[in-house]
């Protein structure tokens, strides 16, 4: 599923490929889903150097793991899911410049 996910973030674009991954995911396990999310974000930033992309997918995933915790609260797992993609989106912080940076150019 990530390669098919793939091909559409690169043939079709973005919202095509978070919109493949919300409808076809839904059959898999939840930490499957999450990791599919996972490996297209990651295949964004890393190998297409595309932040917008990379916030998009993100961001979906996060939702994806908020929504699936609250559905599970009982599942251990859920929760080191939704762990897992918080973490996954500090792919996308940037740690701000002290002042002095700025002043020193």
């Known amino acids: 599923m990530k390669e098919k996910a793939i091909e559409f ?3 079709l674009g973005v919202d095509e490929a978070v919109n493949f991954l919300q409808t076809t995911s839904a059959s898999l396990p939840p930490e499957e889903q999450l990791r599919d999310f996972d490996q297209v974000m990651r295949h964004a930033y890393w190998q297409n150097k595309d932040l917008p992309a990379t916030i998009r997918i ?9 929504s699936l915790a609250d559905a599970h609260p ?3 797992g859920m929760n080191r899911a939704l762990t897992s993609a ?13 002042t002095s940076d700025w002043r020193s150019s």
């Open 58 to 66: 993100g961001q979906a995933g996060v939702e994806l793991g908020q």
């Open 86 to 98: 918080q973490s996954r989106s500090s792919l996308v912080w940037q740690q701000p410049k002290k």
């Open 74 to 76: 009982d599942q251990a």
């Open 9 to 11: 973030l690169e043939s």
